[in-house]
């Protein structure tokens, strides 16, 4: 099992930043892809960013350019950092991990554990 904490959720106006983090623990040797999701009321979860063990990052058309996701292999923790925040970011943010060793998911349901979320919400 692992578990996953995010934080850095909060509220922000339009134009603002805001760097989400998301630790795990447990059995963290079998992590290797790292990704955030979110999702509006009433809107189904999106890909936002997904980062491989070695670096490689994948980015929704929708963030590319305002965001930027990494990770610190050694403390388990990955980040996403929101740049230019619009109304429409708000949602709740989720950070997933998945054990596929050759692959990074940018669909949901490839991802194997999920934190409890962290709400963005940007003010017009």
């Known amino acids: 099992q692992v578990q996953l904490v995010e934080s850095g959720g909060g509220l922000v106006q339009a134009g603002g930043s805001l760097r989400l983090s998301c630790a795990a623990s447990?059995?963290?040797?079998?992590?290797?892809?790292m990704g955030w999701f979110r999702q509006a009321p009433g809107k189904e979860r999106e890909f936002v960013a997904a980062?491989?063990?070695?670096?490689?990052?994948y980015y929704a058309d929708s963030m590319k350019g305002r965001s930027t996701i990494s990770r610190d292999n050694a403390k388990n923790t990955v980040y996403l950092q929101m740049d230019n925040l619009k109304p429409e970011d708000t949602a709740v943010y989720y950070c997933?991990?998945?054990?596929?060793?050759?692959?990074?998911?940018?669909?949901?349901?490839?991802?194997?554990?999920w934190g409890q979320g962290t709400q963005v919400t940007v003010s017009s």
């Open positions: 997933a991990v998945d054990n596929s060793p050759y692959i990074v998911p940018t669909r949901a349901y490839e991802y194997d554990y």
């Open positions: 447990g059995r963290t040797f079998s992590i290797n892809a």
């Open positions: 980062i491989s063990m070695r670096g490689s990052t």
